[in-house]
């Protein structure tokens, strides 16, 4: 090449850092793509994980308390899980029978609830509105059934949601157990990779935020 006072030069690459660079472009790519793939693939799992930890927190104050008083801690996280169950199942039985009546009572009362608002509105602001139209939006039942029946994918769409969902509820309170049951061990595995002189600090902070985080997911 040739520069603007007339010299000439040229320009080299080394062959060395080229191949380095191209080795280390493409191990970048295969590393970004293999990282890629397993978060895609683990991605559900580790949601789960989540919800157990975030489980295993809430029934921290309760198992500690039960420790306390004696109790061995794998009893005492077993006897709080089913309690949670429990109280789940019974929140859900007493008020989702509750919501259900509800939306029935409010189903069958759209009809008159159409009239009262098109009288109230034609009175008011001297509009002609048709109680039949005003109904037509409401009328989406049969949209979604279709929506559910395609993301169902049918019978066998149904029964496959239904046992994954089972499936991952299982995961998750099998996953809080232990996560309960072995708290302590797991922190002191934890705490033993770290200096001795941030194990103390660590432990504590880690008592403290668990005591905290139960009580706030537990309110």
Same mark, same amino acid.
Do not use: C
């Given at each position: 090449?040739?520069?603007?006072?007339?010299?000439?030069?040229?320009? $080299?690459?080394?062959?060395? *850092?080229?191949?380095?660079?191209?080795? &280390?472009? %493409?191990?970048?790519?295969?590393?970004? *793509?293999?990282?890629?793939?397993?978060?895609?693939?683990?991605?559900? #799992?580790? #949601?789960?994980?989540?919800?157990?930890? +975030? +489980?295993? @927190?809430? /029934?921290?104050?309760?198992?500690?308390?039960?420790?306390?008083?004696?109790?061995? $801690?794998?009893?005492?996280?077993?006897?709080?899980?089913? =309690?949670?169950? %429990?109280?789940?199942?019974?929140?859900?039985?007493?008020?989702?029978?509750? /919501?259900?009546? !509800?939306?029935? !009572?409010?189903?069958?009362?759209?009809? =008159?609830?159409?009239?009262?608002?098109?009288?109230?509105?034609? &009175?008011?602001?001297?509009?002609? @509105?048709?109680?039949?139209?005003?109904? *037509?939006?409401?009328?989406?039942?049969?949209?979604?059934?279709?929506?559910?029946?395609?993301?169902?994918?049918?019978?066998?769409?149904?029964?496959?949601?239904?046992?994954?969902?089972?499936?991952?509820?299982?995961?998750?309170? %099998?996953?809080?157990?232990? #996560?309960?049951?072995?708290?302590?061990?797991? $922190?002191?595995?934890? =705490?033993?990779?770290?200096?001795? &002189?941030? !194990?103390?600090?660590?432990?504590? %902070?880690?008592?403290?935020?668990?005591?905290?985080?139960? =009580?706030?997911?537990? *309110?």
């Amino acid at each position: 090449d040739q520069s603007p006072d007339g010299r000439t030069f040229t320009i $080299r690459f080394d062959q060395d *850092s080229v191949r380095r660079t191209v080795i &280390a472009t %493409v191990a970048i790519l295969v590393t970004y *793509s293999i990282l890629k793939w397993l978060w895609d693939s683990a991605s559900h #799992f580790i #949601f789960l994980f989540m919800l157990a930890w +975030l +489980l295993s @927190i809430a /029934m921290e104050p309760a198992v500690h308390r039960l420790a306390n008083r004696g109790w061995r $801690r794998g009893l005492a996280s077993a006897v709080v899980l089913f =309690g949670l169950i %429990v109280t789940t199942v019974a929140f859900f039985a007493i008020f989702g029978k509750l /919501m259900a009546d !509800q939306l029935g !009572q409010l189903v069958i009362s759209l009809p =008159g609830y159409a009239d009262q608002i098109a009288a109230w509105v034609n &009175a008011h602001f001297h509009t002609n @509105i048709d109680p039949q139209n005003l109904l *037509s939006y409401f009328s989406f039942g049969s949209d979604l059934a279709s929506l559910a029946s395609n993301l169902a994918g049918g019978v066998f769409g149904i029964l496959g949601m239904v046992f994954g969902t089972l499936f991952d509820g299982i995961a998750m309170l %099998v996953f809080a157990y232990y #996560f309960s049951a072995d708290g302590p061990r797991l $922190r002191r595995a934890i =705490g033993s990779w770290l200096p001795t &002189a941030h !194990q103390r600090v660590f432990i504590t %902070v880690w008592d403290i935020a668990v005591t905290k985080t139960g =009580g706030f997911v537990v *309110s």
